[in-house]
């Protein structure tokens, strides 16, 4: 139970670290992306698109990461299993056609609570982003 606590902790550190990182890239980057553009409005949009392939990419990287933990640990054998088996798992989907053993099944579910928690925090800065300088914002739409 040790070992699951503490690969899922240092695991958990390394994707928010990850997150934090990509997130205040992502600021500074949406920043040039809108100011390329004569037309403000086509920049906003563009800007948008950019912050939710970079979303997507934190969260590919943080299941890359999982699945090529679980491959390290031998606990997967396969690497294409593993990706797949953390997707399902980081996505709180949980499908279980692959399952852990009985010995890491509770790192697993750490994947899930890191899952949901960095795809919550995710949504909440692309709602900021969107309302704050996206094409969404506040008292020009709503």
């Known amino acids: 139970m040790l070992a699951n606590l503490a ?3 240092l695991m958990i550190s390394l994707t928010v670290l990850m997150h934090s990182a990509g997130f205040v890239i992502l600021t500074r980057e949406m920043n040039r992306i809108v100011g390329w553009f004569r037309f403000r409005h086509f920049a906003k949009t563009v800007a948008m698109v950019a912050i939710v392939l970079g979303i997507f990419l934190l969260h590919s990287t943080a299941v890359w ?3 090529a933990l679980y491959v390290a640990i031998g606990e997967i054998i396969r690497f294409e299993d593993a ?3 953390s997707t399902v798992t980081f996505s709180t989907a949980g499908y279980g056609d692959i399952t ?3 010995q890491w099944r509770l790192l697993s579910s ?3 609570i890191n899952g949901f928690m960095l795809i919550g925090w995710s949504t909440a800065y692309l709602v900021t ?3 704050r300088h996206g094409p969404f914002r506040l008292g020009e739409h709503f």
């Open 7 to 9: 690969l899922g902790t």
């Open 110 to 112: 750490l994947e899930a």
């Open 100 to 102: 852990l053993s009985q």
């Open 83 to 85: 990706l797949y088996f």
């Open 65 to 67: 990461a999982w699945a």
């Open 129 to 131: 982003a969107s309302t």
